[in-house]
């Protein structure tokens, strides 16, 4: 049986009652972790986070992730320790440097030290740590602090990230890395191998930091049906992440071309250029068999989670019982049996 984590990654665009119906549902078909993605333009994640805390026992529950940028690391903090509280030691803190955010105005300059700091601060405010901080981006005064008790002082940090550096400091400071928008084995055994060289900086034994690689999934008994709406999907997304992942190379002007109709807002027409080869890179999509024999080539190739992305099925609630039903035990099943 491998040890790897089965997740889910929901949109945060549905409605009141949807996310604690979907969560618990997950949680009785054995996921290990439900994460909500922070997009921009999105409904917070926080709301259906704390909603699915209530509607469950188990699973661990994150934002993939919260912004540095656009909300205050003591923001952040209070967010974690609300997530937390409600789910009695479940969540987790997602943090990245996010993207398309030049649209509301914000810049994005030196992510690292940005990402570094936002940790810093987050979990000097949940340790009590009264001391003040001064970084080069964010600081604390001595003396400040939350007036009110935290569940947990260290719930685990996620970070997303795809390049070397990102990937290092994954490696000295995080549990987890999350690589979004892919379902390439090859990029997860790069990012093991960049991640490493923070572990070995910050004298952690190799492996420590899990890697996570997350992205778009259609299943469906149609598989072609489910493989054509993976294609519109990951169209919208394949300029951002073809660019950030160097073991692929697309035909040439595929970005472009495909960029170029989701900008004109024919995204259909967009995601019938994607070749399925390229597909399978960015996406997990088909029948049951099909992406689970995807799932399961990460997990070969040394990943400790694979979060299947929305929208799950052609349908929310029937791509959730399909991965839960006729994807999940596949992947669960002892080898040997």
Known sequence: MTAAEIGLGLQSDKRPGDYARLARRAEELGFDVLSVFG?????????????????????RLGAACLNPYSMAPYEIAGQVAALDLASDGRAYLGLARGTWLDA????????LATLAEAAEVVYRLLRGD??????????LAPGTAFRYEVRR????????????????????????IKVGGSAN?????????????????????????????GAVTVVDRDGAAARARARTEVAM??????????TVELPPDLVARVAALVEAGRHEEAGRLVPGDVLDLFAFSGTPDQVAAQAQALIDAG??????????????????????TAVLPSLRRDPAS
């Open 39 to 59: 997009d921009l333009m999105y409904q917070p994640p926080i709301f259906p986070l704390l909603e699915m805390a209530a509607a469950t026992g188990r699973v």
């Open 104 to 111: 509301v105005g914000i810049d994005r300059p030196r992510p």
């Open 130 to 139: 009264v001391e003040g901080y001064e970084g080069t981006v964010f600081r």
């Open 153 to 176: 002082p260290d719930p685990p940090l996620l970070l997303g990230a795809w390049g070397p550096k990102g990937a290092a400091l994954a490696g000295r400071v995080a549990a987890e």
């Open 185 to 213: 084995p090859a990029m997860a055994r790069l990012v093991r191998d960049r991640v490493r060289a923070g572990e070995t900086a910050a004298g952690r034994p190799e492996g420590d930091v899990g890697v996570v690689l």
């Open 237 to 246: 997304y394949l300029a951002v992440v073809a660019e950030l992942d160097p």
């Open 303 to 324: 990943v400790r989670r694979v979060e299947f992305g929305t929208p799950h099925g052609l349908t929310d609630d029937t791509g959730v019982e399909l991965l839960g």
